[in-house]
């Protein structure tokens, strides 16, 4: 798998979730670890998701964990508390922030979903 593609299914779980109820500004990093290897945000801001190819600095905090981990989770494969319990993924930050974003409603990427 490639940065791209890990991206790719990452954008589409979170930007298709549903922010309506989320009314703070928050932004997580994402590091991937190994296997596309790479770094992308996660920012709730005006109540919608967006996700970027991008390092951001004045994030609320950061997630690493390896390409393989964030596809389980962007298929629906496993849930994030799940990821965390085994050490798959690891947190540095603020951590009301990242509760209040794992309570999206997100919609698990699917190739048969998928925008083009």
Known sequence: MTY????????????????????????????IMGEGQ?????????????VEPYDYYDRDGLVTGTGETMI??????MKVAEAFEKGLLTYEGNRDKLATILTLKIKKYCKKTKKK
């Open 38 to 50: 790479g770094a992308f945000y996660i920012e709730v801001a005006d109540r919608s998701v967006v």
């Open 72 to 77: 389980m989770l962007a298929e629906g494969g």
């Open 4 to 31: 791209e593609e890990i991206v790719d299914k990452v954008r589409f779980t979170f930007e298709n979730a549903d922010a309506r109820e989320i009314f703070e500004h928050i932004a997580i990093q994402v590091n």
